[in-house]
């Protein structure tokens, strides 16, 4: 079965995990400060603290820009969970508004659709959905425009541009994870960036149990940090970024060309003003065909998926929480469409091969 994501791990991190075990420092230390100026140095961000996963980079974000319990927090309903659970965890309350269904990002008029009606929110949170960007310059406009923060939800956009800007260099703050599917991974881990100093030193607090220096706590904290041992995986996946991404945009091309012809497929695209990552490569099939096509190829060992099925406000959970109806149609029409395929650095072109054999069987079986 060729897997929808796989890391790539080779004997440069091993080789810094086993110096690190053998330092005796496996904590949060020199490896994690090391990162965090990698980052900082890579993407020309101003601040960098580095989490334990990219959930706790949100929280520590929303907190660190001052959302509290009774602001709500404006974000878009296709997205993995983690996205609106943040929210939550600040004490906020997410509100929904619906995508664009060419990029699957949060659609900037039902932003200020929102915003006109809702005073309560207090900030944006935009998800930079699959590697891709959302339109960053026009939602910053809206955001002054209402007086409202933004964050950036770049847990799928390492390294991914719009107009020249990397992901996470727009909002106030940003939040990337690191886990073992992303484009760069430490395993676990995350890492929050801020313009602003001061939110900064902020959120470096909150994720050390609010402690300002040793044993000194002035606020509630979390124990959010990165340990040295994952920073040292990270530090050596981060010099190989570039390479991974420019070969997930090689792939990409190669699968738009083995189902450029397929006229009930919607195909990836990107503007001139984006430089898309492919974290994932989502295409969009006819509901009809969709879970039998996913079927056909997994049954024919490509390791396809669905990203995400249920939209965040069809959730079980959310339905109870959530007071008023929502309704968000391009989300839901979305959600029944969508199907990702590996993009991964790690193809090759018997993978490739197995991929085109995979849809000509499906073709034959449900189209002919």
Not at 157 to 172: I, L, M, T
Not at 200 to 217: D, L, P, S, V
Not at 247 to 274: C, V
Not at 326 to 340: D, F, H, R
Request: with cysteine; net charge positive.
């Amino acid at each position: 079965m060729i897997p929808i994501s796989k890391p790539v791990i080779t004997e440069d991190e091993i080789k810094a995990v086993v110096d690190v075990l053998k330092s005796g420092m496996i904590a949060s230390g020199p490896k994690v400060k090391m990162l965090e100026e990698n980052l900082k140095n890579f993407f020309n961000f101003k601040n960098v603290i580095a989490t334990a996963n990219g959930t706790c980079a949100l929280h520590a974000a929303l907190f660190g820009l001052g959302i509290k319990e009774g602001d709500k927090v404006l974000t878009t309903p296709f997205t993995f969970i983690a996205t609106a659970n943040s929210i939550l965890h600040a004490g906020a309350k997410p509100v929904f508004a619906d995508i664009d269904e060419k990029t699957f990002n949060i659609d900037v008029d039902a932003i200020r659709e929102k915003l006109k009606k809702d005073k309560k929110i207090k900030a944006i949170m935009v998800v930079h959905l699959y590697g891709r960007v959302c339109k960053m310059d026009e939602i910053i406009k809206i955001a002054k425009e209402y007086g409202v923060k933004v964050v950036e939800d770049a847990a799928q956009a390492h390294g991914a541009k719009y107009k020249g800007g990397f992901a996470g260099s727009f909002g106030d703050a940003a939040a990337f994870s690191l886990y073992a599917t992303k484009n760069i991974t430490t395993a676990e881990g995350g890492f929050v960036t801020t313009k602003n100093e001061k939110i900064a030193n902020k959120i470096r607090t909150f994720i050390n149990h609010g402690q300002e220096k040793i044993y000194y706590h002035t606020m509630l904290g979390y124990n959010y940090r990165m340990t040295d041992i994952e920073a040292a995986i990270g530090i050596e996946q981060l010099k190989k970024l570039n390479e991974f991404n420019e070969k997930r945009r090689k792939n990409a091309e190669k699968l738009k060309q083995i189902l450029k012809n397929y006229d009930w497929i919607i195909l990836p695209q990107e503007s001139k003003d984006e430089y898309h990552i492919y974290h994932q490569f989502t295409i969009r099939v006819k509901s009809s065909l969709r879970d039998n096509l996913l079927k056909t190829l997994n049954e024919n060992g490509v390791g396809a998926k669905i990203f995400y099925p249920i939209p965040i406000h069809k959730q079980p959970f959310y339905k109870k929480l959530l007071s008023e109806k929502n309704s968000l149609p391009v989300s839901e029409k979305i959600a029944k469409e969508v199907l990702s395929l590996p993009v991964h650095p790690l193809l090759n072109e018997n993978d490739f091969d197995t991929i085109k054999t995979a849809f000509e069987k499906f073709k034959k079986e449900f189209l002919n």
